[in-house]
């Protein structure tokens, strides 16, 4: 196998070990979830036009909604920017409050972060946001180290600008040279 084919392979290990330590440990939390995430009290949510519109229910135009977005009428708890809109501080339309789950769960109009969120691979590692109170460090990186097998270690680096984004990389354990027997004196 060349060594981007077994790259490929690993990110495709340590994907799929991602995404079974969301199914397993973390979505059967999202119902009982002290602060959940699409309260939008901590993270931020990157959505499309087509989202904005889906989402609020709007029936005007996209520059008759940036126009009234730019001189302040709202919705406040979203800001354009670079072609994109941000939304902060409100619940995110598509949450049911009392029901503690995503109305649109599965579907195409659901933004890709929400499913990456809180545990992701990305560019060959994978990402942990410690934001969720369901992730357990611990418990993850187990998993991901049974994934990858023997000849990886996984090593932990926390980003610098924001420590609760945790990196967890796959490298290639350094195996000792057989030790040699001291000539006898
Ligand atoms: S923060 Fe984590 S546990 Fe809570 S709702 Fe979001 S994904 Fe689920
Ligand atoms: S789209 Fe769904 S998962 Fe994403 S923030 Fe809204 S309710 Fe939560």
Known sequence: MSNRDSRRSLASELAAAADAYQVADVIPHCSVCARPC???????????WKQIKTFWKLGESRNAFDKRLA????????????????????????????????????????PAGCSDFPVYEDMGSVTADLRCEAVNL????????????????????????????VTLAAKKTVKKAPGRRPPRA
């Open 71 to 110: 001189t302040g009428g709202g919705p406040e708890e979203i800001r354009a920017g670079n072609g994109l809109y941000y939304v902060h501080s409100k619940p995110c339309p598509a949450y049911d409050l009392s029901g503690h789950a995503c109305t649109i769960y599965g579907q195409d109009i659901k």
């Open 38 to 48: 699409c309260c939008l009290d901590a993270l931020v949510l990157e959505l499309e």
């Open 138 to 165: 611990d418990a993850l990186v187990a998993r991901l180290a049974r994934a990858v097998g023997p000849e990886f270690r996984i090593v932990q680096s926390a980003d610098a600008e924001f420590p609760f984004l």
